[in-house]
Each structure stands twice: as structure tokens, then as C-alpha cells.
């Protein structure tokens, strides 16, 4: 069975300050691919990063940058010089060979001013 | 406009009473699928449909039910709703292809509430 393991429920930094996101997942699938979303206060989640399970660069794009390391079973999120815009909840997801795609149970970040 | 649209955006029903959320979509897609989202619970998925032909159950079907009327419509229907199904609803669509290739694209939500 897959599952995601978002151990963070719930995360407060000042802004400005750097935040990682954690995100666990489990598959017996040798193709597979990862996700993050993002669900601001609004409550639209909106797509930020694919990454599929032959490629372990990571990746960044402006302030995001992701971490993905197969030998932990691991796709985290940092956030550098956070913003109180980030504040959101943020979703792990993981698609397999069954063509379907598994959630975490999200973290909600919380970036004081 | 949005490309996914819901309808209702919020909605206040009674134990026991029928109930039809509906989503369309502009994109073209082939692929609609419906989640629901509880506090602590992230996304579960609900159904989903790979063409107008194709309903298939997902993760938390029961006491629902769905229907494909057309490759941009897909409705959720909770025949008698209950105060458990009180939750955020999200409809979801896909290109064609392994779903892990195409970006899921969510509609605003539905939040629906249960007396």
C-alpha cells in the first residue's frame, strides 16, 4: 500500500526565517511520482512541483526549493526567507503505478510577521 | 473564468436530505475525479472518472454516488446526507495519459455542511 507521512501538522516561524516541510512516503512502485501543493487561506490548492522517481536532482524556484532523496523515502520543501504569503497549508502527494494519487495530511505553516 | 468550475460554493443541508455537487470543467480533459477534505485528514479521494464511460470508486465511496453526464460534467451526490459528511469538497481534473504525467487541476471547493 502507499502512503504519505507528513509528521508536521502544524509549523510557526517568524518571517524571514527558513522553513523545511517534511515529507515521508512509502511505495513498492519503482515508477512513481511526488507532488506539493499548496492550499492557501483562500482554500484553492494550487500545483507547485512534479517529480517522478528516476530523478533525484533537486530542484529550486526562487524561494522553494525541494529535496528529494530516495534512500529515506523522502520529498521535502524548504522555504527560504519565508513570507507571510506562504502561510498556507501545504500537501505531500504521491502517484504510483495504479494510477492514482495519495495525500498527505498536510502541514499548516504559519509565518508570523 | 476558471477552468474548474463547483457549484455550490457553500452549502447548509439536513440529515437525511438529497444532495448534488456539481463540476465543470474547461480544459478539456478527459479525466474528473472528486475528493474530500477533513481537518487532519488531507484530501481522500471520492471517485473518479477516466472517460464518460469509466466511473470507478475511490477511497471513501460510501453514501455516495456520482454521475458523468458529459466529458466536462461530473456531479457528486450524497443521497441521504448525514453530519459526517460534513466536509470540503474538491473536484479535480486530468489530461489523458498515467495521471502521475498530468497535473491535477482543482476546482475552489465546495464546502458542505450537514445539520
Redesign the interface.
Known sequence: AQKVT?AQ?EISVVEKEDVTLDCVYETRDTT??LFWYKQPPS???V?LI?R?SFDEQNEISGRYSWNFQKSTSSFNFTITASQVVDSAVY?CAL??ED???I????TRLHILP | DADVTQTPRNRITKTGKRIMLECSQTKGHDRMYW?RQDP??????IY?SFDVKDINK?EISDGYSVSRQAQAKFSLSLESAIPNQTA?Y?C?TSAEG????S????G??T?LTVT
Not at chain 2, 497535473?103 to 482543482?106: D, L, P
Open positions: 507528513q501538522t512513481y511520482y482554500g484553492e490548492l500545483f512534479r517522478n500537501f502517484s504510483g494510477d492514482k494519487i495525500f498527505g495530511k498536510g | 475528493y487532519g485528514l488531507g484530501l481522500r479521494l473518479y475511490g470540503l474538491f479535480a498515467q495521471v502521475a504525467l497535473e491535477q487541476y482543482f475552489p471547493g464546502r
